[in-house]
């Protein structure tokens, strides 16, 4: 069984600071996402990891895949109460097609 | 499109009762997945289809859980008999094939067992 372990469960942050959060396992993932939920709805699509080393950039928001591919972080640069949300990391296997959820990070910003 | 579409948003039933979730997916995809999300246990995969086939039902927790995907635009998960402990929220997400493609999600059905 592949396990993905997130940290910090919970972050409370005020407007303006940086924050990392980070996704472990010691299972090798072909591909890592992450996604964003807010309350009453289903997770939603942020970036898609598939290279070890791999660093990708959505505006405030930086992912980087680990070069083993068994990990990942999400560094937030001066977060936004918009950023409020549960994240979630998910490693897709070498068989495909099935997500591995990690457990979430609870992010707070508030104003 | 409209979006992985799923019914009731919320469900209140009293244990014993038969619950039956539903699911549209989105028009294409090939691949559904039922999920439930707890605080305890986060986002659990419970079972997926491929082109209307069950492929993987080991996250299915037991015989009370059944679903079925009758046709490419449709799919259940049924819960009988209920128990409190089934309360969370239940998820259907679509997709299409191949590597590394992202995962629809639906906006969840919350189930309240009493």
């Known amino acids: 069984t592949q396990l993905l372990e997130q940290s910090p469960q919970f972050l409370s942050i005020q407007e303006g600071e940086n924050l990392t959060v980070y996704c472990n396992s010691s299972?090798?993932?072909?591909?890592l996402q992450w996604y964003r939920q807010e309350p009453g709805e289903g997770p939603v699509l942020l970036v898609t990891?598939?290279?070890?080393?791999e660093v990708k950039k959505l505006k405030r928001l930086t992912f980087q895949f680990g070069d083993a591919r068994k990990d990942s972080s999400l560094h937030i640069t001066a977060a936004q109460p918009g950023d409020t949300g549960l994240y979630l990391c998910?490693?897709?296997?070498?068989?495909?097609?099935?997500?591995?959820f990690g457990g979430g990070t609870r992010l707070m910003v508030k104003p | 499109d409209a979006g992985v579409i799923q019914s009731p948003r919320h469900e209140v039933t009293e244990m014993g009762q038969e619950v039956t979730l539903r699911c549209k997916p989105i028009?294409?995809?090939?691949?559904l997945f039922w999920y439930r999300q707890t605080m305890m246990r986060g986002l659990e995969l419970l079972i997926y289809?491929?082109?209307?086939?069950?492929?993987?039902d080991s996250g299915m927790p037991e015989d009370r859980f059944s679903a079925k995907m009758p046709n490419a635009s449709f799919s259940t998960l049924k819960i009988q008999p209920s128990e409190p402990r089934d309360s969370a929220v239940y998820f259907c997400?679509?997709?299409?094939?191949?590597?590394?493609?992202?995962?629809?999600f639906g906006p969840g059905t919350r189930l309240t067992v009493l």
């Open positions: 997400a679509s997709r299409y094939g191949g590597n590394y493609n992202e995962q629809f």
């Open positions: 299972s090798v993932f072909s591909s």
């Open positions: 990891v598939v290279t070890g080393g």
């Open positions: 998910a490693g897709e296997g070498n068989a495909g097609n099935m997500l591995t």
């Open positions: 028009s294409g995809h090939d691949y």
């Open positions: 289809f491929n082109n209307n086939v069950p492929i993987d």
